[in-house]
RNA sequence: CGCGGGAUAGAGCAGCCAGGUAGCUCGUCAGGCUCAUAACCUGAAGGUCAACGGUUCAAAUCCGUUUCCCGCAA
């Protein structure tokens, strides 16, 4: 079975490499153009390419797949029987789902139709969903809207933010792909029709998304804090600069006298602060210009007192 | 070479310009005092001054190179 790989990110590459550790015979992989990235635009190169040469395999890097006869030409000449597109970043369009004699499937980290869309690891855990999954499906032309072949659902624990979150997800959807796979070659497909009523979005996030909101819930903090790892963070801002929040806790408040965004408490545990409903006990902080720290050493250094508002 | 900030004890910083014993505030630990402590008193531990090279009798400090970290931007 030749199968053509698209991806971009490290949660591609991992699935990349189940491929080739099962042994599956990928015969090329498609992913986005090398691009300046970082600190000094240094041209960062996918590691879905750095993988494919290792392996010896071609890499395709169109800019884009709209109307691009070079491209479909190429991936013609593979004779693809299948496409596994994992993260990749483009939508396929029609000419090109149609290359492949089985189709193109795709690995997504949500229990679809919930959570279509660029993010659905994020957005499960600052809606905070208690379980998430991965969903195979087989693409159409939709984002994220095609039959589902494999479904498992996983819990979230509450102690996950989305690092290690998607680290469960990628081990789970590697699993999915292979029994997939081997459903393909067996013949055993078996196509469910998403509900679309149900569906959910899950776009990509923003800067501007990571800064709280002092007026919301200590619950509705704490799962940005979980869920914008490991950017772009929930944050707010301390002597005019970035400050971030990488781990908290909810404290349930009995007596809240005080308003959003005053600290309540300082102690070895962290920074206390008040919010509409509860308290959020801030335990690990990275300060613009710092290296990340726990909180107790942040109020040391700083002198932070009870009653300062954020 | 996209723009800018930074690295000195666990944290925050001073010292650098003008070279001369590694300092301050806080935290930590131990002891004391106290009905009591985030108070007070006494003491202790904790450093490759990011790294390498140069200048010098002498470098955290001056000169050169490198590494790493952070913000912006994408």
Redesign the pocket.
Known sequence: MNIIFFGSDDFAEAHLKSLFDGGHKVVACVTQPD????????MVVSPIKELALAHHIAVLQPASLKENKEIIAELKAFKPDVFIVVSYGQLLPKEILELPYFGAFNVHPSLLPKYRGAAPINWALINGETQTGVTVIRLNISLDAGDIIKQKAMPIDPEDNAVTLREKLIDLGNEQLKETLKAIDDGMVRLTTQDATKATKAPKLT?EFGKIDWNSSAVDIHNKVRGLQP???AYTYYQEK?F?ILTSEVIPALNPNHKPGEVL????NGILVQTAKEAILIKSV????????DA???T????L??GFQF
């Open positions: 691009r300046p990235k970082d600190r000094g635009l240094k800067k950017w772009p963070c970035l971030k408490e300082i102690s070895k990275h300060l613009e210009n710092a290296n990340p720290m107790h050493s942040f040391v250094g700083h002198k007192q009870p």
